[in-house]
């Protein structure tokens, strides 16, 4: 059998009863490495799990794939990934692999971002179409991210922007091969991202348009939700380029039509209250 756990998005004890039990029954448990990030160093995990953990990083889950499912169909296997198993479309893969193969797997969900979200107040329902916001580089800006904000804002939906991770590979020679390897990885800050969304709004200007999301338009700041230190910070674009949440991982929300309830909830995080009120009026409901 092959396990997908849900972790969680916090410490160690955020897994759920169902997914500790899966974890402690199996011979062998790969720790996803990539698409998220831990509030803990997997000692901790090991410590609470009982149960020594395999690092999977990029290389090994999308070109060892089969080696992991191989076990699987011998022994119970574990494949645990931060926050719910299908927050990203790679662990899809790992099952449509284990389907084409025969063997059964069995999927523990948990709490991710797509739903903790809603801990800054506004309502879950409202959500249009999550955008991921990517590192920009000197040769290499793309907007299509800020094209699908402005859709959701305009049929009155937020938008959840998950914020790039970058990594960059480097290889390190052996006696008989060169083995890729990867430098620490960055990841986007709010302030990073909300420096995006300006630098778009002025190519936009300069080209004769005016865009549906300005410097002024409410936006949402968060920082290791589900963690003690999580941070939120609610405020004007241009102020969330500025806003100090402290280290990964973040993500941005971009206002759409908000509900009296969700503004007057997030007023609680406003960065400063005078020009919040000024400015999140115009788009209620």
């Known amino acids: 059998m092959l396990y997908l756990v849900g972790l969680g998005l916090g410490d160690a004890k955020d897994i759920t009863v169902k997914g500790l039990e899966a974890v402690r029954r199996c011979r062998r448990v790969y720790l996803e490495a990539y698409t998220s990030v831990l509030t803990v160093g997997k000692e901790a995990l090991e410590k609470f799990y009982g149960k020594e953990l395999i690092l999977a990083d990029r290389e090994t889950v999308e070109q060892e794939a089969d080696s992991i499912l191989k076990e699987a169909d011998v022994c119970d296997v574990a494949f645990l990934v931060v926050g719910d198993p299908f927050g990203a479309t790679t662990h899809s893969d790992l099952v449509l692999r284990a389907v084409k193969l025969g063997i059964p797997y069995k999927v523990i969900h948990n ?115 589900g963690a003690l230190d999580q941070k939120i910070a609610s405020g004007t674009l241009y102020q969330m380029s500025t806003v100090e949440l402290g280290g990964p991982l973040h993500s941005l929300i971009v206002t759409g039509t908000m509900h009296p309830l969700e503004l007057e909830m997030l007023k609680l995080f406003s960065v400063d209250s005078s020009s919040f009120e000024n400015n999140a009026f115009q788009r209620t409901t």
């Open 111 to 225: 709490a991710s971002i797509m739903n903790a979200v809603g801990c800054c107040g506004l309502q879950l329902y409202n959500f249009g179409e999550t955008v991921s916001i990517v590192f920009w580089t000197d040769t290499w800006k793309p907007e299509s991210f800020f094209d699908k904000i402005e859709k959701n804002r305009q049929n009155g939906m937020h938008t959840l922007c998950l914020l790039g991770k970058q990594q960059l590979p480097g290889f390190l020679s052996g006696h008989l091969m060169r083995r890729k390897i990867y430098e620490p990885p960055r990841y986007m800050s709010v302030n990073q991202a909300a420096e995006q969304l300006l630098a778009v709004i002025r190519n936009r200007r300069l080209q004769g348009e005016e865009p549906e999301i300005t410097e002024n338009t409410i936006c949402v700041g968060l920082a290791r939700v």
